[in-house]
């Protein structure tokens, strides 16, 4: 009986180590693998350039000093450095982000759906949070001062606001070198095509003419 126990433990261990051997990024086969966007092959991430053509440059990225303009509905605007704006990153699962925000300005409620999130607080003071998955749906927040750091795990919905009495800066890391953005409100008022406006109204609990005026905004 102790036999069958340990046997039974033993495939237990192992099929969940493959479970999430599976469900993670692969490790790097070579030194690196700078994007090659132009590339038409595709596969899950971007292809790779000739190692022989690949540059200082696809390795670096110029800009995160420069401030953001601001100037906008939500008073925020983000500066990304993903595989997109720096190739080097591809296969790395690392990538970076710059956001300033205004005075009240919000980086609305959204998710990663491929990363977890580290926040640093450069100037100013953000209230940040989180929300838990479904039934607890826990609302976690904290003010951050200047050189404070915060984590959102990834999936969980989230968000910052500036309450300082002046602009704000952070500079964010993620796990993944493409950690992609669904801003809830654009993904569940501005998809093309719409939600349908009766699965809205039951969602939202509210009537038709709210629907149709968010649609409109979004």
Request: charged share 15%; with cysteine.
């Amino acid at each position: 009986m102790a036999f069958y126990i340990f046997f039974f433990g033993l495939v237990l261990s192992f099929s969940l180590s493959v479970v999430n051997v599976i469900a993670s990024d692969h490790s790097p086969l070579q030194d690196f693998c700078v994007a090659d966007t132009r590339s038409r092959v595709l596969v899950n991430g971007l292809a790779c350039k000739d190692p022989k053509t690949v540059e200082a440059a696809d390795f670096s990225f110029g800009g995160l000093h420069l401030e953001g303009n601001t100037s906008n509905p939500i008073g925020s605007s983000v500066t990304p450095v993903t595989v997109f704006q720096l190739p080097g990153l591809n296969t790395l699962g690392i990538s970076l982000v710059r956001i300033d925000y205004a005075p009240s300005g919000v980086n609305p409620p959204h998710t990663h759906p491929r990363a977890s999130e580290i926040i640093t607080v450069l100037e100013g003071s953000l209230e940040v949070g989180f929300v838990t998955s479904s039934p607890e749906n826990r609302h976690i927040t904290k003010v951050l001062q200047k050189g404070d750091v915060f984590v959102f795990p990834i999936g969980l919905v989230h968000y910052q606001r500036n309450v300082g009495s002046g602009h704000a800066v952070a500079i964010v890391a993620l796990s993944s070198q493409n950690p992609g953005v669904v801003i809830i409100a654009s993904a569940v008022f501005g998809s093309k095509p719409c939600i349908a406006n009766d699965i809205l109204v039951k969602a939202f609990h509210v009537d038709k003419g709210v629907i149709n005026y968010l649609h409109s905004i979004f």
